[in-house]
């Protein structure tokens, strides 16, 4: 058994002009091969044809607010997650950055060994 995946598919440039990426894709290379492949749902019509057979096609959401309380409340607890939870409600670039999992746990990770519970709000300065 092989599992391929690709993730991001929508930014390889010129994937659709690679014979052997197409023939992946068609099924024609590796046929027993299981493929994943990942893209923006807005790029998914332009990067993929409906000939690849694809048998499933998914969505991958984000936290809803009560899902980042949830998180927060978890994963610190008490006062900190108080203080989080404060920010998150007031800065619409937390609130945002928040909603994806795994900047939720990067910033909760980061907010948790803040000694002054500050937090940057821009992906930016977070790198």
């Not at 809803?64 to 998180?71: A, G, L, M, R």
């Amino acid at each position: 058994n092989v599992l391929i995946i690709l993730d991001g598919l929508d930014e390889v440039r010129g994937a659709r002009d690679d014979a052997a990426f197409m023939r992946l894709l068609e099924g024609e290379l590796l046929p027993l091969a299981t493929v994943i492949a990942t893209s923006r749902p807005c790029q998914l019509a332009r990067t993929v044809s409906s000939k690849f057979g694809i048998k499933q096609s998914l969505e991958v959401v984000g936290f809803s607010n009560e899902d980042v309380h949830d998180f927060v409340d978890l994963f610190l607890g008490g006062e900190k997650a108080k203080a989080l939870l404060q920010i998150y409600q007031e800065q619409p670039s937390i609130n945002d950055l928040m909603r994806v999992p795994l900047l939720a746990l990067v910033l909760t990770m980061l907010f948790k060994r803040s000694r002054d519970n500050s937090i940057q709000s821009f992906v930016s300065d977070l790198y």
